[in-house]
């Protein structure tokens, strides 16, 4: 280990040691000059520094890399990808799940939100280290390569479909889809101007696989809840993107926080009204009662709270308001959980 631990000191080292001495050519017959300059310099030194601390990396270091890449540090996105999927799970059985669908699902969105994060870190490996809030995750500070990242992404996506594959025909064809979006999510930021609905699509779409798993079909009432799901994503995904606003105006990237400028606080109360009002519609699709709509009413009263965490637009106001639509989520799936149990009494 330490001989090719100091063969690779020893590379590093010689190309830096070639930039430090090149030399001027002053052959009017070659068509170049190159002169070496401090930057060059400093940029080999670092690139050593990082290739031997990446060479040396013991395996629970470089485990621990691959937990930070997939968020198992930061749960509130599983979180966000799972309350949809679950309020789809219990509606589409009125409140009967089969729970072993129940299990394959509560995986999978852990599996998907995992190769999600390792795809968006893989997509933003060029953009990351100019931000402050990413600048640290471990494919942007090269505790791991690119390629690892892809890896991780592979494996945690076959993994998730080989549990899909117990399920019927209609959710394995609707599975696909879902892994496209997910992939597909990360790029849409270059050239999207509302990317967040992009996202809202992809978080949401366990709603419809949740349907077609246990009825065969996707109706209505999935559709309209899949479109909550949509005006939920880009009401928190601005807030999380007001947080980074000032960064991505630099390196170029799209977002909602962006497109709707001075007007992002009051997009995002909009936004958030369109998801309570869509998902009353889902509710009455469904034939939902009234401890559904108190549910729901505690659910918008959180929503709205937000507006007081944000309009300030501070980084912490908006990484807060952000991270207490997990609450917002769970809130609506009680009222559900409770409004099936009520009707299930004698």
């Known amino acids: 280990m330490n001989a090719k631990t100091n063969r690779l000191r020893a590379a590093a080292n010689a190309i830096a040691l070639a930039l430090k001495q090149g030399q ?67 509606l589409s059985s009125a409140g009967r799940p089969d729970w072993n669908v129940v299990a394959i699902f509560v995986a999978g969105t852990f599996l998907m939100r995992s190769a999600g994060c390792a795809i968006n870190d893989y997509a933003d490996r060029d953009f990351d280290p100019h931000v402050k809030r990413t600048r640290d995750r471990p494919l942007a500070a090269a505790m791991i390569t690119p390629r690892e990242a892809l890896a991780v992404a592979t494996v945690l996506s076959l993994v998730a479909f080989v549990l899909v594959l117990q399920l019927n025909r209609l959710t394995v064809a609707l599975s696909f889809a879902a892994m496209f979006l997910a992939a597909s999510y990360p790029f849409t930021k270059r050239f999207l101007a509302l990317p967040q609905a992009y996202l809202g699509l992809a978080f949401g779409f366990g709603i419809p696989m949740a349907y077609a798993a246990q009825t065969g079909e996707v109706p209505l009432a ?43 606080v009051a997009m995002v109360m909009v936004f958030h009204a369109l998801f309570i009002a869509t998902l009353a519609c889902a509710g009455l699709i469904e034939g939902l009662g009234r401890y559904f709509f108190a549910g729901l009413g505690l659910t918008a009263m959180l929503a709205m709270s937000q507006y007081w965490m944000i309009r300030d637009r501070s980084r912490d106001g908006c990484f807060r308001a952000f991270r207490q639509n997990n609450w917002v989520g769970g809130v609506a799936f009680a009222g559900m959980l409770i409004d099936y149990s009520m009707l299930a009494m004698p």
């Open 24 to 90: 001027d050519c002053d052959d009017d017959s070659t068509p170049w000059k190159w002169k070496p300059s401090p930057t060059r310099i400093s940029v080999a030194e670092q690139i050593a520094g990082i290739a031997v601390d990446v060479y040396r990396m013991s395996l629970s270091a470089r485990l621990f890399a691959y937990a930070r890449l997939v968020r198992l540090d930061k749960p509130i996105g599983t979180l966000l990808l799972l309350w949809p999927t679950l309020w789809a799970l219990w």
């Open 222 to 264: 999935a559709m309209v809840l899949l479109l909550a799901n949509v005006f939920w994503a880009v009401a928190y995904d601005t807030e999380y993107a007001m947080v980074d606003r000032d960064d991505d105006l630099k390196i170029g990237i799209r977002t909602s926080a962006i497109l709707f400028g001075r007007y992002d």
